[in-house]
């Protein structure tokens, strides 16, 4: 059975024109990841004249981008209109908006005041001429990663990995087709978002859902032939809840990007965690607990309803942070007959942003 599905697996794979370079594929993506991250930093200038839409520029062409592949059918964003707007020019101090402006105070929210904001208003594409060398040496990298192997990878190999290659996935396809103008058309290009790893192409969202997460069949339907194979070459023996807080969509409500190390995977994606909770989780004026809708599609790596979540961000929130007692305020306020009246889920909101940790880790 093994051999049958090594041959079925081998028809996705595309015909060498050179030999399996010895890479080490977590050092590759890491490389990766921080090439885009250079190109992005290039073409972000702050303080640039608003533009409309989508910047009109070449796109991009990668010859290892020609191979048979594999999309995901489904996708967790939201294609709702928003229900209030946002700030554009949020600073760092509040990048979610989660601080009441009546209150005049000042509540830190961690490492993500330090982090690089890149937005619609700052991004400007047509600026690929500034950028040939880092371009040129993406494609070399592009071409190395369609001739990986990543047969050997241990659990924390693969976790950082593939945490490492969706976010590329993501920060590729907006060089290549630019960014979306609307949230249709945001949909389109998540689609869109795939990248050569070892011969296959492999979209995000697949890699988010079938090697990343393990989804339930009654959420998705039974697995076919070619996510079966992907799941037994790929999938990660067991889920990690925290890549939730790793996964970068290029969104306002996205997490920040980082770059994940074999190593050090488990103790940055619990930092990643953190950071996240203390920059995007507030108190509303009405003092309600106000949960990003990240938390709640994944409530269920988490806790059992929202009175258990909040009691979960609760318990993963620094000691010594103001945010912490506010949240045991409000817990000790209201009854389990009145808990859900207390908290308040914000809209996801899918304009392009990046924040950016520095020294990008």
Known sequence: EVNQRSKKLQTWRIQKQCPIINEKPNELSEELVRCLIGIFLELNQQGSQDKEGSAIVTKLSFSCMASRGYSAKNSLINLKSPIFGFNQNASNIDPYGIIPEFDGLFRDIGDYKNFIQITRHSFDLTRFSDCLAP??????????????????????????????????????????????????????????????????????????????????ESEYGPMDEKEMLLRHAYGLGYPEPNVTFALCRGTWSSPALRIYTAD?????????????????????????????????????????????????????????????????????????????KMVEVQHYESEFRYLLSCPYN
């Open 135 to 216: 371009i040129g040496k993406l494609r070399i990298l592009m071409h190395r990663l369609s001739n990986v192997d990543l047969t050997f990878l241990t659990y924390k190999q693969k976790l950082a990995f593939w945490i490492n290659i969706y976010n590329a996935c993501i920060m590729h396809v907006f060089l290549e087709h630019g960014l979306p103008s609307t949230q249709e058309k945001l949909l389109a290009l998540m689609n869109k978002a795939a990248l050569n790893v070892g011969g296959i192409v492999l979209n995000a969202l697949a890699i988010e859902h079938f090697i990343l997460r393990h989804p339930c």
């Open 264 to 340: 050090e995977v488990v103790n940055e994606l619990g930092k990643a965690k953190v950071d996240y909770l203390e920059a995007s989780v507030g108190i509303t004026s009405k003092k309600k607990v106000s949960l990003p809708k990240l938390l709640q599609w994944h409530m269920k790596d988490f806790a059992d309803d929202m009175e258990s979540l909040v009691e979960w961000v609760y318990s993963q929130l620094p000691r010594s942070g103001s945010l912490k007692t506010s949240i045991m305020d409000c817990l000790n306020k209201e009854s389990k007959y009145q808990f859900a």
